[in-house]
């Protein structure tokens, strides 16, 4: 088998809403060159546990945004318009020595296949398997793990977020706004929400411009908290005066930025729902280890500074130091 397999053109006939199949160990492993990549997009160990299950396509992925451990990000597109999320799917970071980023995960078009049924009986489940199939689609997993990689070195890692600098392309500004009305051709949104993701975004960018960060605090080191808060616990977030006092003048604390959507939370009792440790950062494979940092129940970033929105649905993160212990 060549390092890239010669790739007939998608039909690029999927639309958020269809429901799709996951495609056999077997098929999916044809698609990938010797890395474990179709047009160097990994497979990733994570996604082998979903083959031949029945899912729904969320949204068709126009672009996706990138933040990277220097502090750098942007909007960036596929080279070929035939990437999708399925409905709730997040990278487990399982074969990622426990990666806590829960990527959406990417699925290429030539990885699916679409299922007509009706929307109601939409299953999540394998399909029927008789007899003496197990051990043989256990075969077939085990031959597509092994092509599969999960690292580059002893402390870098290989995963769609490692790759995606790799496997994308950056967007001008001109494309950006074509993407907006892409958004909208596609199904992702409908034409109102969109003029709303757009206007919110110009209202943002001008503020900027204007009168600076949103969230600008004026320390030149930026101070810590440690409340070892545990999931399950109830927090409310402190007022956007407390959170400014630990930022320094481009709104970070020990580089961890405080967005403007997240000033929404402020004041509110929200329950945390994971400690987050440790994340492969995008582009490098590098993992970023955090310290006094938790996921609240339903934060995700809004991407308001993204023109057009981002389907990434990437976590917000929170610092300790931003939160107030409730005794309940």
Not at 37 to 62: H, N, W, Y
Request: charged content about 30%; proline content about 3%.
């Amino acid at each position: 088998m060549s390092d890239r397999p010669n790739m007939k053109e998608m039909s690029s006939g999927l639309r958020p809403g269809d429901v799709v199949e996951v495609k056999s160990a077997d098929e999916i492993l044809e698609t990938l060159d010797s890395e474990g990549t179709l047009d160097q997009l990994p497979f990733m160990p994570e996604m082998a546990e979903f083959c031949g299950r029945r899912l729904q396509i969320s949204k068709r992925v126009i672009q996706t945004c990138y933040y990277t451990k220097a502090g750098s990000s942007g909007m960036r597109k596929f080279r070929r318009d035939d990437v999708f999320l399925l409905d709730g799917l997040r990278c487990s970071g399982e074969a990622h020595d426990g990666c806590q980023k829960a990527c959406m995960i990417f699925w290429r078009e030539a990885w699916l296949r679409k299922v007509e049924v009706r929307a109601s009986v939409c299953k999540t489940q394998p399909r029927f398997q008789g007899p003496g199939t197990a051990s043989i689609d256990s075969e077939r997993h085990e031959r597509l793990r092994a092509r599969l990689k999960t690292s580059t070195g002893p402390k870098t890692y290989f995963c769609q977020a490692s790759e995606l600098l790799k496997a994308t392309n950056q967007l001008s500004r001109w494309e950006r706004v074509g993407k907006c009305f892409s958004e909208v051709h596609t199904g992702n949104c409908r034409t109102l929400e969109m003029v709303q993701h757009v206007m919110i975004w110009l209202y943002w960018r001008l503020r900027r411009v204007l009168l600076g960060e949103y969230a600008r605090g004026t320390n030149k080191s930026t101070p810590l908290e440690n409340l070892s808060l545990l999931p399950g616990e109830w927090i409310e977030v402190k007022s956007m005066e407390g959170i400014r006092e630990t930022l320094n003048e481009t709104g970070h604390n020990r580089g961890l930025y405080f967005t403007p959507d997240m000033r929404v939370s402020c004041g509110k009792q929200q329950r945390v729902e994971r400690r987050i440790e440790k994340i492969i950062v995008d582009g490098t494979g590098e993992m970023r280890e955090l310290r006094n940092t938790v996921y609240l129940e339903g934060s995700l970033c809004g991407c308001i500074n993204s023109l057009g929105g981002c389907p990434r649905g990437e976590f917000s993160y929170w610092r300790e130091i931003w939160l107030r212990r409730l005794r309940r």
